[in-house]
T-cell receptor, first 114, second 114 residues
Framework: DAGVIQSPRHEVTEMGQEVTLRCKPI?????LFWYRQTMMRGLELLIY????????DSGMPEDRFSAKMPNASFSTLKIQPSEPRDSAVYFC????????????FGPGTRLTVL | AQSVAQPEDQVNVAEGNPLTVKCTYS??????LFWYVQYPNRGLQFLLK??????LVKGSYGFEAEFNKSQTSFHLKKPSALVSDSALYFC????????????FGKGTRLSVIA
């Protein structure tokens, strides 16, 4: 298995632009998580899905952030409009059914908003 | 509510010496406990987990962790540190048997000095 796949790996954009981050979870995993990591705040859970349905989005910082999971093999995190304070590394993770299962993380997308 | 504490932001150890990275947790019931490692510019990698059974858990790269229910701790250990072990280490907990997301600690930066 290729593991969790994220694209792009790096994104540099200007303030006000729309940014879309993409994630392909491990095949067969029915939980998908989006995290944000910064030096100041550490690792923050933004939103997670179970069987493509959003379960908890209380970590999404503002209405500028939205996430979708149209099918079991694809999810997007969109920021519109982007701001410099959104600069961070965004991780996607997935795990299979069973709370004893570990989460597998993707390599992350490093977002820089100028 | 679930929570994890990693009391040390930074741990320094000489190469060849034993290392310990501390973690304490709080859950209402029984815990599932995990350790992850993050190398620079990489995603989090799973090291080991405690689900049930033997309190001493062995994981990847020679790491092990001991579950101590009375002290609510799950410290990460390695008998002989390598320079290549230098990384950021995260402890995480999930209350069993629920399917809530993992709760991560703030991370401990381990530096192994040659």
């Amino acid at each position: 298995d290729a593991g969790v796949i994220q694209s792009p790996r790096h994104e540099v954009t200007e303030m006000g632009q729309e940014v879309t981050l993409r994630c392909k979870p491990i095949s067969g995993h029915d939980y998908l998580f989006w995290y944000r990591q910064t030096m100041m705040r550490g690792l923050e859970l933004l939103i997670y899905f179970n069987n493509n349905v959003p379960i908890d989005d209380s970590g999404m910082p503002e209405d500028r952030f939205s996430a979708k999971m149209p099918n079991a093999s694809f999810s997007t995190l969109k920021i519109q409009p982007s701001e410099p304070r959104d600069s961070a590394v965004y991780f996607c993770a997935s795990h299979g059914t069973g709370s004893y299962n570990e989460q597998f993380f993707g390599p992350g997308t490093r977002l820089t908003v100028l | 509510a679930q929570s994890v504490a990693q009391p040390e932001d930074q741990v320094n150890v000489a190469e060849g010496n034993p290392l310990t990275v501390k973690c304490t947790y709080s859950v209402s019931g029984n815990p599932y406990l995990f350790w992850y490692v993050q190398y620079p510019n990489r995603g989090l990698q799973f090291l080991l987990k405690y689900i049930t059974g033997d309190n001493l858990v062995k994981g990847s790269y020679g790491f092990e962790a001991e579950f101590n229910k009375s002290q609510t701790s799950f410290h990460l250990k390695k008998p002989s540190a390598l320079v290549s072990d230098s990384a950021l280490y995260f402890c995480a907990v999930r209350e069993a048997p629920g399917n809530t997301p993992l709760v991560f600690g703030k991370g401990t930066r381990l530096s192994v000095i040659a």
